[in-house]
């Protein structure tokens, strides 16, 4: 829920908060196919639950060029589950609760240089805590990105915080707009994986199992776009972007870095906006 405040014209507040409940309780069974008995019966997600309650403000001011904006936000985090399965137990840990207070805030400014070009900077720290899986899994498929391991969780997990820096332009013409953008990103507590010497569950699994651990990771990104309008009811546009990310704290790439990506698009708008074909 939120509450928007305005006090002058040029102006804006809002506060607000939310609560977010989740609750993961899932059994594994493997059978035979032949004879349907029962090989493995694994304690998937333990009936976890991670309760957040978040509240937040933002504080906005513009004139005819300029528009600042700031947001700050505080996270109250309870991970909590009854059990475990009993390898976790005995090879992870018997703690399973725990307690966060995260803080999040971001400042942005716009600048309108010229008549068609605007320039605008944005810096800003968010925090992640870390899922049901990535704290109490036992060897199942990892949340980051699917490889052929089991991944066991963590539950001493500390959340992610992600401080990133953006710089972007846009420009508008008659007929053509463009945009180019980018960013650095430096996470501290990465949640990445780790090889550990613990056993596998199942006979054909691969024999590392992997563990959720802190680290530390850099991202770098840039995108440009451009927009065309062919007439009235033609519309171009061509897209690309590009991702770069590093696990520091394992001398490695990042897990789950998407490749260079373009597109070219064209979309046909009927004159009243009752229907497009794109």
């Not at 639950?49 to 978040?54: A, D, E, L, S």
């Not at 010229?114 to 992640?128: D, E, F, K, Q």
């Not at 490889?147 to 401080?163: H, I, K, Q, W, Y």
């Not at 590093?246 to 897990?255: I, N, S, T, V």
Request: net charge negative.
């Amino acid at each position: 829920t939120g509450v928007g405040l305005v006090a002058r014209e040029d102006e804006l507040g809002e506060v607000g908060g939310d609560l977010v409940h989740a609750n993961r309780d899932a059994t594994r069974f493997i059978r035979r196919l032949d004879s349907g008995m029962l090989m493995f019966e694994d304690m998937m997600w333990p009936d976890a639950t991670i309760q957040n309650v978040g509240g937040f403000g933002r504080l906005g001011w513009a004139n005819d060029r300029v528009r600042l904006s700031g947001t700050g936000r505080v996270d109250l985090v309870a991970a909590e589950a009854p059990t475990a399965s009993r390898f976790f137990l005995d090879n992870v840990g018997t703690d399973l609760t725990s307690y966060e207070t995260n803080l999040s805030g971001a400042l942005t400014a716009a600048v309108d240089v010229g008549a068609r070009w605007t320039v605008a900077l944005g810096i800003g720290s968010v925090v992640r805590t870390a899922d049901a899986t990535e704290r109490y899994s036992d060897r199942v498929p990892a949340s980051k990105a699917q490889m052929p391991a089991g991944f066991v969780g963590n539950p001493d997990l500390d959340p992610e915080r992600s401080t990133q820096a953006d710089l972007w332009i846009d420009g508008s013409f008659s007929d053509v707009a463009v945009h180019l953008g980018g960013f650095a990103r430096k996470i501290d507590d990465y949640i990445t994986i780790a090889p550990t010497s613990l056993p596998k569950r199942l006979p054909l699994s691969p024999d590392v199992v992997f563990q959720y651990v802190n680290g530390e990771a850099t991202f770098y990104g840039a995108d440009v776009a451009t927009t065309v309008g062919l007439g009235d009811l033609l519309t171009a546009d061509v897209r690309g972007s590009y991702l770069f990310g590093q696990d520091d704290a394992l001398d490695e790439p990042a897990l789950g870095v998407s490749p260079l990506r373009g597109s070219v698009g064209l979309r046909y708008e009927e004159t009243a906006g009752r229907f497009c074909l794109e």
